[in-house]
């Protein structure tokens, strides 16, 4: 029996034709994530996004990148992410707006407060500021100057969705200490293409 047009999942293109059409509506990144948590909360509710090959993480990073759309114009992005157990990444900014929605495990996300003002080249003062386990189902939203890290504090690969505003490769942008107060360049991640 054919499957009716309202009992299809919700795909990937189904979201990037949604993107698309937001974006073309308006610039302002708090009303993106607004209107774009819905839909990450539907495609990880209804997808089959917990493929064996999304969960392949690359040792050396601790984590595994699979981008499952991007723009030509480096818009648009949407990855799969695999936290391998233990490991995680230091506190980063985007610089672009972000929403991710939890597949499978649980990740930790802290949210990290800046207390400088930014005006000193290399240095940041940060403080961490609350944590969000994010679990399967659950959606967290970013703006472009938000400071957050993640890790895996499980016994297992956690997978989440990450949908940007933009490649995250193609952004300058920076990774923090906040033992030593440092902001430096955030380290390109290696990424697989599917």
């Known amino acids: 029996m054919p499957v009716s047009a309202t009992q299809q999942a919700y795909s990937i293109d189904d979201l990037v034709r949604d993107l698309r059409r937001i974006v073309a509506k308006t610039t302002d990144d708090r009303e993106i994530v607004k209107q774009v948590m819905p839909l990450a909360r539907r495609i990880g509710a209804g997808?089959?996004?917990?493929?064996?090959?999304?969960?392949?993480?690359?040792?050396?990073?601790?984590?595994?990148?699979?981008?499952?759309?991007?723009?030509?114009?480096?818009?648009?992005?949407?990855?799969?992410?695999?936290?391998?157990?233990?490991?995680?990444?230091?506190p980063h900014n985007h610089k672009t707006w972000g929403v991710v929605v939890g597949l499978d495990g649980h990740e930790v996300n802290v949210n990290w407060q800046r207390r400088d003002?930014?005006?000193?080249?290399?240095?940041?003062?940060?403080?961490?500021?609350?944590?969000?386990?994010?679990?399967?189902?659950?959606?967290?939203?970013?703006?472009?100057?938000?400071?957050?890290?993640?890790?895996?504090?499980?016994?297992?690969?956690?997978?989440?969705?990450h949908i940007y505003g933009k490649s995250l490769a193609h952004i300058e942008r920076s990774e923090f200490d906040p033992d030593a107060k440092v902001e430096r360049p955030c380290p390109k991640r290696v990424r697989k293409q599917l």
Request: proline residues 7%; contains cysteine; negative net charge.
């Open 47 to 90: 997808a089959d996004l917990r493929r064996e090959a999304f969960y392949d993480c690359d040792p050396a990073q601790g984590f595994g990148i699979n981008i499952l759309h991007e723009e030509p114009d480096h818009t648009l992005l949407v990855e799969a992410i695999a936290w391998l157990p233990g490991r995680g990444v230091k």
């Open 117 to 161: 003002d930014g005006s000193r080249p290399g240095y940041a003062d940060l403080v961490a500021h609350h944590e969000v386990a994010v679990g399967a189902g659950d959606v967290v939203a970013f703006l472009p100057d938000d400071i957050h890290s993640v890790r895996n504090d499980g016994a297992t690969p956690t997978l989440s969705l």
